[in-house]
Structure formats: C-alpha cells, structure tokens
C-alpha cells in the first residue's frame, strides 16, 4: 500500500513548465548593464541593490513576464557556495527569435555596435531558416533567427 501511495505522488507532482528569470553571471555588471540597456535597447531600472555586498543585480524586462538579470559571477558564487569556474560559450545559447531575414541582419549589427564579438555571421540554415550568433562582454552565446515556423508574434 505505501509502495502505491509513493509512486502515485511521484506522478502527480511535477514542476510547472515555466522559467521566469534567467540570471546571466558577469565580470562587469556596468558594462553589462551598457551593452544590453544601451546597446541592445532592452529596458531596465538600471543597477539595484548595491547597497548590499553581494546585491547589486540589473533585471531586463523581455516578454511574457520573462526577466533576464544580470548579476556578478562573484555574487553567484557568494550566494551558491561554489568557486568560482571557468565558463564556457557552449554550455547554453540563449534564442533570439524575429520576424525575417533583415532583422536578424539588424539585430546582428546592432550586438556588434554594442560591443558583441560576431562569432558566426548570419547565413541561409540548412533547416529553412537563417540565423547568426554573437557572444556578449561575458562570452554568453545568443543566435539571433528567422524561422519560419516560429515567428514571434509579438
């Protein structure tokens, strides 16, 4: 009888399928908070918490609700108990889905304006699509894409 109970409380309890932050660590968050605020355009009420040692932090409202942060790797590590590591570009790459072919171009220009390193250029995919990646001043990766079958809507 315990052994049923167990099992069905395992099936019916889940974690809902929603992110609401994505926290990027990063080694300057000025000028974090510059390229995506001022460079990219997305908004924000700038630095807070800096009253605190390990506070400071920067949201970016993006949609659905979604909020990017950015919070310094020290921080992260202050708050996690890990050491701080070595990263790498590779573990994640964050999307950046649009409406053609031309706004991935201006997108494109727009990260390399704002200090991006271009890491690929942006090309015809092999799936239909077209798409390019650029590393922000931390070495996160985002691929800005056209496709076709998921077109934002908003």
Do not use: C
């Not at 807070?48 to 970016?60: D, L, N, P, S």
């Not at 092999?126 to 809507?153: C, K, R, S």
């Amino acid at each position: 009888m315990r052994a049923n109970f167990v099992q069905t409380y395992k099936i019916k309890k889940k974690m809902k399928p929603s992110i609401s932050v994505i926290t990027l660590g990063v080694s300057d968050l000025e000028k974090a908070v510059e390229f995506y605020r001022d460079g990219l355009g997305l908004p924000t009420q700038g630095i807070i918490g800096k009253e605190f040692e390990f506070g400071a932090v920067a949201f970016f409202n993006l949609q659905s609700g979604l909020k990017l942060a950015l919070w310094p790797r020290k921080s992260i590590a202050n708050d996690t108990g890990l050491a701080d590591q070595n990263i790498s570009a590779l573990e994640f790459t964050i999307g950046h889905n649009v409406v053609n072919k031309k706004e991935v171009d201006e997108v494109m220009e727009m990260a390399k304006k704002a200090g991006a390193k271009i890491v690929k250029p942006a090309i015809d995919t092999f799936w239909g699509g077209y798409a390019g990646y650029f590393q922000d001043l931390d070495g996160h990766l985002w691929e800005v894409v056209y496709n076709p079958e998921l077109i934002p809507t908003d």
